[in-house]
């Protein structure tokens, strides 16, 4: 829906791109790291997490790639 207002706004891009990859390297950087075994409560890291934290990788790199074609365009 906010795409539609910022159609031609490459700035937007970059921040939704860089948010999108943001959020999918420190989630996948903490999951990594913790070690889940040591928790309380039992956790179980289930596929729909991956897809989920996959999701917005991919809005991440679609939107930097948008925002590289717009910088092509205009230059």
């Given at each position: 829906?906010?795409?539609?207002?910022?159609?031609n706004?490459?700035?937007?891009?970059?921040?939704?791109?860089?948010?999108?990859?943001?959020?999918?390297?420190?989630?996948?950087?903490?999951?990594?790291?913790?070690?889940?075994?040591?928790?309380?409560?039992?956790?179980?890291?289930?596929?729909?997490?991956?897809?989920?934290?996959?999701?917005?990788?991919?809005?991440?790199?679609?939107?930097?790639?948008?925002?590289?074609?717009?910088?092509?365009?205009?230059?």
């Amino acid at each position: 829906m906010l795409r539609r207002f910022f159609e031609n706004n490459k700035w937007f891009y970059l921040a939704v791109g860089l948010l999108g990859t943001f959020i999918f390297g420190v989630a996948v950087f903490k999951i990594t790291t913790t070690d889940l075994d040591k928790l309380i409560l039992r956790v179980n890291i289930d596929f729909g997490l991956w897809l989920l934290l996959i999701g917005y990788f991919s809005i991440g790199i679609l939107n930097l790639i948008r925002f590289v074609s717009l910088i092509k365009k205009k230059g």
